[in-house]
């Protein structure tokens, strides 16, 4: 990376400074945004903005940038490495502050950071057989619908799945399966891909919604309903999904296969549609 935007200006990595008394270092007091781009096109970069300003308006700031102010900053970070897939990661918090005060300051001028990096590419083994998932209580506050930078509880569940030799944490609250610690949760039972419904205790993921509209092309018969821990369990197909991990199998849970144990046919039509919207993007970006 030759160089971010941070307030206002582009930078080299090792020249950005933000004060110790910004709040976002002190409170996690802020909202971040991540967009894959491929071939310097941003996927779905309205809706994500979008995101980004329901986070804003969820905590109380009032959007430092418009959406057309993020294009050129957009086009200027991707253009380093043009034909490359990217994910840009954009942070807004509350800015600096002249004491530690957990009370919002009068006039907040906020602190505005993005950057773009290369995306990792997935291993082709989790097509052929999936990954592991475990289940978590989920032990997050209660408006998971903001994107916020205050990710300790996310951390540390991510990281007991780690532990565990899993590559998530799928999270379970009052007996309903909600989302994983950094993706959105779908199922296929007889057929049918089940997901559960927006609200404050999920964050609505952009990659979730193509997903639907995906299925709803492939003729999946698609489904915005709670899922219990049980159904769970005993589902025929577990999908996990991110804006830059994409659409993951989960086939093992807990130890114990889901399904036949291997990537099913459902994730398998999902995946071309989704590997074909891609390719898409490319097309239109060259």
Known sequence: MKELYLNGAFVAPEQAMISVMDRGFLFGDGVYEVIPAYAGRPLRE???????????QGIGLAPPLSPSDWSPIFLRLLSE???????????????V?????????????????????PMKQRDPAVAERGVEAVTRDDIRWLRCDIKATALLAAVLLRQSAEEAGAEEAILVRNGLALEGSTSNLFIVRQGRLITPPKGPLLLAGITRDLVLELAAVAKIPCEERDITAEELRTADEVWISSSTREVIPVTRLDGVPIGSGRPGP?????????????????????
């Open 266 to 286: 459902e994730w398998q039509r999902i995946d071309r549609c989704y590997q074909d919207f891609k390719a898409d993007l490319r097309r239109v970006a060259a």
């Open 81 to 95: 490495t043009p034909t490359a897939d990217q994910a840009l990661y954009l942070q807004v918090t509350r800015g």
């Open 97 to 117: 502050a002249p004491s530690r005060d957990h009370r919002f300051p009068n006039a907040p001028v906020p602190t505005v950071l993005a950057m773009a990096k």
């Open 46 to 56: 309205l809706e994500h903005l979008e995101r980004l300003q329901n986070s804003l």
